[in-house]
């Protein structure tokens, strides 16, 4: 029996645009010649980040400038290449709790200390964040505020200005982890956090709207917090990250792929969290979760007295797997949760792995 993986938080196969990125490839090889070989700017090619810039102003329905922006080799290497220059070891920064689990050793690597804040169904527990605001400095809060991992919540636009506002009054910066924005199925997402003030660092990816290999993305802040990243010592050696496949998405995009594979992420995505949250809520009637509204999970509240870890070892004999809760805590709680993802398969696997699951209740 082949194990049904809830645990995937990454496109199928089937969503990856093969025959399309080759055709971009092949227009940018022969377009470019050999200038795509050398050395690069250090804040990513001129051009790439003006049509990025032009491709996020559509979809953000805000204003994007191509100054703004430095590519990365994705949001992970972003969100160190943050921690690299705007902390040091010993540093208090706050994070959401829960939150996306594979983060915690970023931090910690560099480091860093790190203060839980609880977000609920109702998103961020500001009230808690103003009195932990009271014993801490931290240098920055860390949220994914859209459609969050693993939570799926979304900060509203009043959450956000009050945020901004605590920022601005306690003198922190928000890194905003923004790789889920576009993959909005309501169509109702508040703008970017960039929108709402100069404090913010955000970062997006390639790895969610076209493909996890191409480790590509950028961050979105202010010249002054831009240019204290562009001393990197690594950027001015290497000339900037990943140009040849930044060469590669300028194509994608330029030829219009970009918009057309976006669209049908949606449309898959929209299907398959619907189908999901109908069979877990129909099969499972006892557990607690809400309906998706874009990203890649549904959290799931277990009933009273099942234990996540212990689920999961249940799980796995009936060919089923998942992320228990306590992984994405800071301080290893949450074992009443459990994430799903529905990225991975199509709505008849999906069918089946909530069957498989309910088995082990």
């Not at 993986?5 to 490839?25: D, E, S």
């Not at 924005?181 to 970017?192: A, G, I, Q, T």
Request: charge should be positive.
């Amino acid at each position: 029996m082949e194990i049904i993986n809830f645990g995937k938080g990454y496109p199928a196969n089937v969503l990856l645009p093969h025959t399309l990125m080759q055709k971009a490839c092949e227009s940018h090889l022969q377009e470019e010649k050999k200038l795509f070989l050398h050395y690069g700017h250090k804040q990513g090619e001129e051009k790439f980040r003006e049509l990025l810039a032009s491709f996020l102003q559509q979809n953000y329905k805000t204003a994007i400038e191509k100054e703004d922006l430095l590519i990365t080799c994705g949001a992970s290497q972003g969100l160190d290449l943050i921690c690299q220059h705007f902390t040091k070891p010993g540093d208090t920064i706050f994070i959401e709790e829960p939150s996306y689990f594979l983060v915690f050793k970023i931090f910690t690597d560099r480091g860093l200390n790190l203060v839980p804040i609880n977000t609920g169904k109702n998103g961020l527990d500001l009230a808690e964040l103003e009195s932990k605001l009271k014993a801490h400095n931290p240098v920055f809060f860390y949220t994914i505020p859209t459609f969050q991992n693993p939570g799926g919540t979304t900060l509203q636009e009043e959450q956000r200005q009050k945020l901004v506002a605590l920022s601005e009054k306690h003198d922190f910066l928000i890194v905003a982890d923004e790789v889920y924005h576009l993959l909005d199925y309501s169509m109702r997402s508040p703008f970017p956090f960039c929108h709402y003030s100069k404090r913010v660092l955000s970062l997006g990816s390639f790895s969610k709207i076209l493909a996890p290999g191409l480790r590509l993305g950028w961050i979105h802040c202010c010249s002054t917090l831009l240019n204290k990243m562009l001393e990197d010592s690594v950027l001015g050696s290497g000339g900037g990250f990943n140009r040849f496949i930044s060469g590669q998405v300028y194509s994608f995009i330029k030829l219009g792929f970009q918009q057309q594979h976006l669209k049908l992420l949606i449309g898959s995505y929209r299907l398959r969290s619907g189908a999901l949250y109908y069979f877990l809520t129909t099969i499972l009637p006892d557990v607690i979760c809400s309906p998706p509204e874009g990203g890649y999970f549904l959290w799931v509240e277990l009933p009273k007295g099942i234990n996540a870890q212990q689920l999961l070892e249940r799980a796995k004999k009936h060919g089923v797997t998942f992320h228990p809760g306590y992984k994405f805590s800071t301080q290893k709680k949450l074992n009443n949760f459990i994430r799903l993802s529905f990225s991975f398969y199509d709505c008849d696997i999906l069918e089946e792995g909530i069957r498989r699951l309910a088995k082990c209740f």
